[in-house]
């Protein structure tokens, strides 16, 4: 649906777009992994969750 989106509306090339949609897809589940590392590596366990519930 975003490769359309892109194409149709906003008059990106079938390339443009499809280049576009992969990017999208790689970094939301890139991402997650860093946030992974950082939350259970840097933080700990506890205090991760513990800043999860201080600014939610």
């Excluded at 280049?19 to 259970?40: K, W």
Aim: no cysteine; charged share 15%.
């Amino acid at each position: 649906i975003l490769s359309l989106y892109l194409r149709d509306k906003l008059g990106y090339s079938d390339n443009g777009a499809t280049v576009i949609y992969h990017v999208f897809t790689m970094f939301a589940y890139f991402f997650p992994l860093i946030g992974a590392m950082i939350a259970d590596g840097w933080l700990g366990r506890f205090r991760q969750v513990l800043y999860i519930y201080m600014f939610k």
